[in-house]
């Protein structure tokens, strides 16, 4: 299956709404409409059809007022812009390190996690996903 975040859904917005909408516009979903506060999932039969209804939908059909977004609906844990990096070696100086981070883009922080092992760990919060994915 293939799920899509459906975001800047008007409260009023149903499940059955957006089947309408899907249906309206002949694109397949699988399943059930799993509506929260501002968005809902939906899965797409496959990678054709997903790619179809993020053309077909995003920013461009209203519903009830609003514009929708639809998207690849992407875990959080690979959402994330911060990261923690273990093993560093006690004798890196931390000039250095911070060089090798800023290679990936942008760092917001930067902090040293005590523990009780002889390497260090670091969180390092970079300014976006795409640079703490590098």
């Given at each position: 299956m293939h799920k899509l975040y459906i975001g800047?859904?008007?409260?009023?917005?149903?499940?059955?709404?957006?089947?309408?909408?899907?249906?309206?516009?002949?694109?397949?979903?699988?399943?059930?409409?799993?509506?929260?506060?501002?968005?809902?999932?939906?899965d797409c039969?496959?990678?054709?059809?997903?790619?179809?209804?993020?053309?077909?939908?995003?920013?461009?059909?209203?519903?009830?007022?609003?514009?929708?977004?639809?998207?690849?609906?992407?875990?959080?844990?690979?959402?994330?812009?911060?990261?923690?990096i273990r093993n560093i070696p006690p004798h890196l100086q931390w000039e250095v390190l911070d060089g090798l981070l800023a290679q990936c883009g942008t760092v917001e922080n930067c902090e040293q996690v005590n523990t009780e092992s002889e390497t260090a760990v670091v969180n390092v919060t970079y300014a976006s996903r795409d640079h703490a994915k590098q």
């Open positions: 800047n859904l008007g409260e009023s917005v149903t499940a059955e709404d957006l089947g309408k909408t899907f249906d309206d516009h002949k694109i397949p979903y699988t399943g059930q409409f799993l509506m929260k506060t501002g968005y809902a999932f939906v039969p496959d990678d054709q059809w997903a790619m179809k209804a993020i053309e077909t939908f995003s920013g461009k059909v209203e519903l009830k007022g609003k514009r929708i977004e639809v998207e690849h609906s992407v875990p959080k844990k690979q959402r994330t812009r911060k990261l923690q």
